[in-house]
């Protein structure tokens, strides 16, 4: 989908539309607690980073975001429920095909960025987890690229909440928001510009597991025996598969 068609006059009655929506809809099927929200810059560019646990993570920043986000993700989501499937539909986002180097996305992503908007990123890269993994490298470099500060988000207990829409009940769950932080700078190029980006997407997730409680962190934990019980969640199940070329892939 063309830019052109985000800022449409059709596109920005549709997603304020969804933004006034969003409260009720999480009120009646949530019990939700926002922490800092003071954080959130009032304007200029950002990158809005999160956990993603949950196919229901897009539709809580879209909650808590007193500005009109634009979302880059995953472009095929086969094992995403129906439910989840309507947010992405109607608002409109910034696909990216994982392992094609997205050149088309990231370009798309600093335009975002340029233009003083929100863009909002998932840096592990999906959903197979419901810990804390390494982050792709795709975030920290549009942090370096643009200069944009990054804005860390935790969300709590989001996997409990369509289990429980199913079951008559409403999930606790909590959007804690921590502080601007960044720019960062990298040097060089190939593995030299690589490690560089991998330590700050490691920063980024440090930033993020300070927001989540300990069971949660993963590989950003404290606890020996929380990190070993999440070996192997940081394997990418996309390493060697080309989306839109591979059917039957780990969602």
């Known amino acids: 989908m063309s830019a052109e068609k985000f800022s449409s006059p059709r596109r920005k009655l549709v997603r304020n539309f969804l933004r006034w929506l969003a409260k009720p809809v999480f009120h009646a099927v ?14 200029g560019p950002l990158i809005m980073v999160g ?53 088309d996305s990231i370009r798309a992503a ?32 549009l942090a370096v690229k643009t200069g944009a500060p990054l804005l860390p988000v935790g969300l709590v207990n989001m996997p409990e909440v369509l289990p429980n829409l199913k079951r008559g009940r409403r999930a606790r769950i909590q959007v804690n928001i921590g502080k601007p932080f960044g720019p960062f700078k990298a040097e060089g190029r190939g593995q030299q510009l690589r490690d560089q980006l991998d ?25 020996p025996i929380i990190r070993e019980a999440a070996k192997g969640t940081e394997i990418y199940p996309w390493a060697d598969k080309v989306e839109g070329q591979v059917i039957g892939m780990v969602r």
């Open 30 to 43: 949530t019990d939700l607690e926002i922490n800092g929200a003071e954080n959130f810059p009032a304007s």
């Open 199 to 223: 330590e700050i997407g490691h920063e980024i997730m440090r930033r993020i597991a300070e927001l989540l409680p300990g069971e949660s962190r993963g590989h950003y934990s404290e606890d």
């Open 110 to 141: 600093e335009g975002i960025l340029k233009e003083g908007k929100v863009l909002a990123i998932f840096p592990e890269g999906g959903n197979w987890a419901t810990v804390l993994r390494p982050a792709r490298p795709g975030t920290a470099f």
């Open 51 to 103: 956990n993603h646990f949950s196919f229901v993570d897009p539709a809580s920043f879209v909650r808590v975001s007193p500005r009109e986000i634009e979302f880059l993700g995953g472009a095929e989501t086969p094992h995403a429920p129906k439910l989840s499937r309507i947010l992405p539909y109607l608002w409109g986002y910034h696909p990216l095909y994982r392992g094609t180097g997205a050149k």
